[in-house]
T-cell receptor
Framework: SQQGEEDPQALSIQEGENATMNCSYK?????LQWYRQNSGRGLVHLIL?????REKHSGRLRVTLDTSKKSSSLLITASRAADTASYFC???????????FGEGTQLTVNP | GAVVSQHPSRVICKSGTSVKIECRSL??????MFWYRQFPKKSLMLMAT?????????EQGVEKDKFLINHASLTLSTLTVTSAHPEDSSFYIC??????????FGPGTRLLVL
């Protein structure tokens, strides 16, 4: 079963606004990763945050990780219509290298 | 980032036939490759993990005789859906991992079994 749960399932915002997506998990992890998927396409790796890191930035992306709460958030600042996609978190458990994906958040950025 | 390709990108086949999907890491050596299945508007479900030169490890509920995985080299893994049926229709995605932690995903293969 998927251990990652994402919130919200769907998010619709206007261009220029910030988008925040949350992910919760259940087990101990080595790292947590965020991916983006355009409809019917493969996944694009966005950012990886290790279990000993609390925050990471990459361009307009900001990821936080709270291992005590077993949760992570992805913030996309100054969103663009091209950011419209599904966003998935995935955790790599300490027991191995397999990734467990969350259910995803469908983000729609309206121009 | 690293590039992973899949072939074919789309395949339509008749029920009962077998379909082979290739996953290649183009610019790095992939010690481990993963195969996922994704239903429409759903998340990715890991099917199996394959390490070069050894047998694949299948997730619970995935039939190894139905989904044959071969990882014969550090740049190629294949998934063969044997005796495909309409319920096997899905989006199949592979990923490859080298010495880094990051998995690089292929563009996916859409399988439609008639």
């Amino acid at each position: 079963s998927q251990q990652g749960e994402e919130d919200p399932q769907a998010l619709s915002i206007q261009e220029g606004e910030n988008a925040t997506m949350n992910c919760s998990y259940k087990t101990s992890i080595n790292n947590l990763q965020w991916y983006r998927q355009n409809s019917g396409r493969g996944l694009v790796h966005l950012i990886l945050i290790r279990s000993n890191e609390r925050e990471k930035h990459s361009g307009r992306l900001r990821v936080t990780l709270d291992t005590s709460k077993k949760s992570s958030s992805l913030l996309i600042t100054a969103s663009r219509a091209a950011d419209t996609a599904s966003y998935f978190c995935a955790t790599e458990e300490t027991s191995g290298s397999r990734l467990t994906f969350g259910e995803g958040t469908q983000l729609t950025v309206n121009p | 980032g690293a590039v992973v390709s899949q072939h074919p990108s789309r395949v339509i086949c008749k029920s009962g036939t077998s379909v082979k999907i290739e996953c290649r890491s183009l610019d790095f050596q992939a010690t481990t490759m993963f195969w996922y299945r994704q239903f429409p508007k759903k998340s990715l479900m890991l099917m199996a993990t394959s390490n070069e030169g050894s047998k694949a490890t299948y997730e619970q509920g995935v039939e190894k005789d139905k989904f044959l995985i071969n990882h014969a080299s550090l740049t190629l893994s294949t998934l063969t859906v044997t005796s495909a049926h309409p319920e096997d229709s899905s989006f199949y995605i592979c990923s490859a991992r080298g010495l880094e932690l990051t998995q690089y995903f292929g563009p996916g293969t859409r399988l439609l079994v008639l």
